[in-house]
């Protein structure tokens, strides 16, 4: 399970031309990966070999920044004129 939280701005240069910029962070949870038996030396004076399981713990995070400059083509604004 993950979460996703954002936001943006954008502001018209003038009526064709848009500068924009927006943040996000995402995050997709945690997941336990079991990575096999681990030979392990015990004891110093009595000197052995046991296994013992290993597990890995995976975390995945995203932070991005999007930079945006847009243009409009076509005539601007309709203006009524009577």
Known sequence: MGATVGAGVEHAVTDNFILGIEGRYS???RQRFDAGLLPT???FLAPGFTVS???RDIRIETGEILV???WKFGPTAVVAKY
């Open 68 to 70: 945006r400059a847009s």
């Open 53 to 55: 399981p290993t597990y």
């Open 41 to 43: 030396a015990v004891g």
């Open 27 to 29: 995050w997709y949870g």
